[in-house]
């Protein structure tokens, strides 16, 4: 095949200063730098694809190319390639060999669906690395643009973000797509997320292995997934090693995955899931539930609230670029004309405009007016962690990004910024899921207690109902512990469907028993609805044949045939008055007691204690 303008290459790329690598003394040096010339100039480099899958079915989106040097080399791994690239001047030859490898790899393994094609941003629109050059190599291998996605790595700061726009236009004119690498790992990620738009981006396998045990990175995907569903874009979890990982990751509806778990990298990667992949996909009752039920969060935007001096709209653009430039810290500057908020005008947006030679000149005696956000996202105070959460996730991304102002009656207070705020529901989150139960990661007894002392404090009305599955042992002593967590987290789906999350709290108090803490009107409604729901999807837990008998068939302590019923909810009710209850003792105790009385009527019952604090039990159910 003839040379394309990719393969080509002159020493005029060879920039770098050889008198900067104090890292190596002079031999190692001249040894690190022949192999690394023979390296591309013999085209010694392999291309390995590692599959990302759609966790939805199992289908394969397609394969990140990746790079290795001469195995028996120190140069084997990509990172030890680059700094020796880095350390000789020539990055951009080598970064020109990968991307010709990779594509050339891809081509000739006939692989399917896309390529993810790793790319360093500086090097988007360079010669030999542009759009045209990369077409032409295409054309000629018979590769569709639209089956490559442009990944963009970035482990250096990146200020530039109007050229690789330009330079991304240019690609997507052409059908390409475009991936950000490594989210919450290299520099201003998310600012990349925000001015570039991708439709994919990769999150961070440091946020993705453990996630099944870890509440503070399973806050962190969740809170990207937000902002995905919000901006357009896709998320990929990198990473991912075990079965756990990939059930919570699917879980938390995230689409797409990768990871050794899934596949390695390998020079002939698979082209469909594996079987141990498609059975964790396929494996039901692994949903993830909220840590924490929803409107439970504590604390309001005064949390997150800096105090920002602000400027009015006739300031000079000049003296606003004079305080960036003399805080380093300071994020943005509030607008704000008698006394209400009309504008803010975020750091970088105002340091692109001056980047270029004599706009200070030109444009600094001009009104900040001219340069801020006349939109600015603007809350008040005293909103809750959670609904401002909300709002933002509803707002266009690019104020998660640049910071909120916050008010109090409509005058400015200060400001607020999407990192603060992320990092304050992180630590409500793991507060809650310090006590969370590990099977249904719903609140445990230690925030249930804490929750209902809340309620007798403020004095409100509401029902403390005890939930509880009849017959469970039976079924988890037959079918298996594993089944039996089904069971628990299906039953904790469901009473999670059953409430109203901006009054209602679900806890988990371990094993088959829940507390539902609730103060909508209409709760013994729910409570009924929830019992229904679970009889009808209980078929599915059971085999055709004991469904058939009714029950299931297990032997009692005398080694006896005994026909168990099939497993049903039960629900025990108490309506807690005002200041009826002392503390949370007092009415965990009577919840418990109406529990039994529900439980006494088998065949999953609503139960509802209609006695006050101190009456006789009763003799009998009314």
Not at 34 to 52: S, V
Not at 520 to 546: K, M, T, V
């Amino acid at each position: 095949m003839a040379a394309s303008p990719i393969d080509t290459h002159t020493d005029a790329y060879r920039e770098g200063d050889l008198d900067l690598m104090h890292g190596l003394p002079s031999a190692a040096r001249s040894d690190q730098l022949a192999l690394l010339c023979r390296i591309l100039d013999e085209r010694l480099l392999e291309a390995h694809f590692q599959p990302i899958l759609d966790l939805r079915n199992g289908a394969v989106l397609g394969f990140e190319g990746l790079i290795r040097g001469p195995a028996d080399s120190p140069l084997h791994l990509p990172v030890e390639l680059f700094r020796a690239a880095v350390k000789h001047g020539l990055v951009l030859r080598l970064e020109r060999l990968c991307r010709l490898t990779v594509v050339q790899a891809f081509a000739r393994l006939a692989l399917p669906q896309r390529l993810f094609l790793n790319v360093r941003p500086q090097c988007l629109a360079l010669p030999g690395l542009g759009t045209s050059a990369t077409r032409e190599l295409l054309q000629q291998l018979r590769i569709e643009p639209e089956r490559i996605v442009i990944e963009l790595t970035e482990h250096l700061p990146m200020f530039d973000f109007a050229s690789v726009r330009t330079a991304l236009t240019g690609y997507r004119s052409l059908g390409f797509q475009v991936a950000i690498d490594d989210l919450g790992e290299g520099f201003a990620s998310f600012r990349m997320w925000s001015e570039l738009r991708p439709e994919y981006v990769k999150a961070d396998m440091h946020f993705v292995q453990g996630i099944d045990h870890d509440p503070l990175k399973l806050q962190f995907l969740k809170s990207i997934q937000q902002i995905a569903h919000t901006s357009g874009s896709l998320i990929i979890a990198e990473g991912i090693e075990t079965a756990a990982e990939l059930e919570v990751v699917r879980d938390l509806d995230i689409p797409y995955g990768q990871g050794y778990f899934i596949a390695r990298p390998a020079s002939e990667p698979p082209r469909t899931a594996p079987d141990h992949v498609v059975a964790v996909l396929e494996r039901a009752g692994g949903e993830c539930v909220e840590a924490l039920a929803p409107g439970n969060l504590e604390g309001t935007a005064e949390c997150v609230l800096i105090p920002v001096a602000p400027v009015s709209p006739g300031t000079p653009s000049a003296d606003v670029l004079a305080r960036f430039e003399q805080d380093p810290a300071l994020h943005a500057v509030p607008v704000v004309e008698d006394g209400k908020p009309v504008g803010l005008i975020e750091r970088q947006a105002l340091l692109e405009r001056f980047v270029r030679p004599f706009r200070k000149e030109l444009f600094g005696r001009k009104p900040c007016s001219q340069v801020m956000d006349p939109s600015p996202f603007v809350v008040e105070r005293d909103v809750s962690i959670q609904d401002l959460s909300g709002r933002l996730a509803q707002a266009e991304a690019r104020h998660l990004m640049e910071g909120f102002i916050l008010t109090d009656r409509g005058s400015y207070v200060g400001l607020g910024t999407g990192q603060d705020l992320m990092r304050e529901m992180t630590r409500l989150q793991v507060r809650a899921a310090r006590y969370a139960n590990p099977l249904t990661l719903l609140p445990g007894n230690v925030p249930i207690n804490e929750h209902i002392e809340r309620l007798l404090q403020a004095g409100v009305r509401f029902a403390a109902c005890y939930c509880d599955l009849d017959h469970f042992k039976p079924f988890n002593d037959v079918y298996g512990y594993r089944r039996g967590d089904d069971v628990i987290q299906l039953a904790g789906r469901i009473l999670a469907q059953a409430c109203d999350g901006r009054r209602d709290f679900l806890g988990h108090v371990g094993g088959d028993d829940f507390i539902l803490l609730l103060r909508s009107p209409d709760w013994a409604g729910r409570c009924q609805a929830a019992i229904d729901r679970f009889g009808a999807e209980r078929a599915d837990l059971y085999s055709p044949e004991d469904l058939k008998r009714g029950g299931l068939l297990a032997e009692d302590r005398q080694g006896n045939p005994v026909l168990h019923p099939l497993l049903a909810l039960s629900v025990g009710a108490v309506v807690v008055e005002p200041k009826e209850y002392p503390s949370h003792y007092e009415v965990s105790a009577a919840a418990a007691e109406a529990k039994r009385q529900a439980k006494r009527l088998g065949g999953g019952s609503l139960f509802i204690e209609r006695r006050r604090p101190g009456a006789a039990a009763p003799g009998k159910v009314d």
